[in-house]
């Protein structure tokens, strides 16, 4: 990590950090919402052909004028996306079908600790005693919003076969993370996101079609436009754009911690749109939460 960056960006990376989950986890919205009308894997794959279409036009330039570059990085290119928009993009949709909002949230923010983990042993990333307190108090309020302060809930949790779609994303988000940062490109950060989105797209064709022959057929109409738009802007361009940015300044175990910050938006979505209340619990764990990433941004000097 370097501290220069974050010396001449004091602010604005930790303000990053706080925004980027409001547009990350309308992920889940999409989840839960979109896949009521566009099946899982074709919601994923006309998504990510959505952001590269829109993309394409701003970049096609800088792309073609680094074709060397675009030869040299190809298979880390179709990696990450295959990684970022391929398992990351259809696994939750698919985990939606089958899993609650609730659990989706809770088994998501163990990502950050697969990207500590990973980091640490093969990037040989710094972790201190701080953000070590940080992450337990962030998994101490994720678990109280999730549990809406009962430990018998978590006591009594339940796993489905939605649930290990979530393991499998929470995952490759770290694996995404972790390569994203460390692997340096000639691109800009946009025109490399573009190229992330097009190996993405690429990535998930063929299970697209496997599910439209044996499985669920799409139906082209105003719901599926809809949703497919909804999913490429707000959890799509927009919040990869925020995430590659707060990561370039933060590193991928600091950036992690938006996931936890993520699980309060996720909950904040639930009251705005299905009604449900603010409670005690919701307090404690967001002030939980806050305070994890508080400690998290410590650097050890």
């Not at 004091?10 to 566009?38: C, D, H, K, W």
């Not at 599926?224 to 590659?244: C, K, Q």
């Amino acid at each position: 990590m370097k501290h220069s960056l974050i010396k001449k960006n004091n602010f604005t990376p930790y303000f990053l950090l706080l925004i980027q989950p409001i547009f990350m986890a309308s992920n889940i919205i999409v989840a839960r919402g979109g896949v009521e009308y566009v099946p899982p894997i074709s919601l994923a794959f006309w998504r990510w052909l959505t952001v590269f279409l829109i993309l394409l036009p701003f970049f096609y330039n800088e792309i073609i004028k680094n074709k060397k570059s675009f030869n040299n990085e190809f298979w880390k290119l179709f990696f990450l996306g295959s990684t970022g928009c391929g398992v990351c993009g259809a696994f939750p949709f698919i985990a939606g079908t089958s899993t609650t909002m609730a659990n989706m949230g809770i088994i998501y923010t163990s990502s950050p600790i697969f990207i500590i983990i990973l980091s640490v042993m093969f990037f040989k990333d710094k972790i201190n005693f701080s953000r070590i307190i940080g992450l337990v108090l962030c998994i101490i309020g994720v678990l109280a919003i999730i549990s809406k302060g009962n430990i018998d809930l978590l006591i009594n949790f339940k796993f489905t076969s939605g649930d290990l779609w979530m393991v499998g994303a929470a995952m490759g988000w770290a694996i995404y993370s972790i390569y994203l940062l460390n692997w340096k490109s000639k691109f800009s950060l946009m025109s490399r996101f573009t190229l992330i989105a097009m190996f993405g797209t690429i990535s998930l064709f063929p299970f697209y079609m496997l599910e439209e022959i044996f499985y669920f057929k799409t139906v082209f109409n105003s719901n599926f436009l809809f949703w497919v738009l909804f999913a490429a802007i707000s959890p799509g361009i927009i919040a990869f754009t925020l995430y590659t940015r707060v990561q370039k300044y933060l590193g991928a175990s600091l950036t992690g911690f938006t996931l936890y910050v993520f699980s309060i938006y996720s909950a904040i979505y639930g009251i705005i749109l299905f009604d449900e209340a603010i409670l005690k619990f919701h307090y404690f764990g967001a002030a939980f939460v806050f305070a994890g990433v508080y400690l998290a941004r410590k650097i050890k000097s």
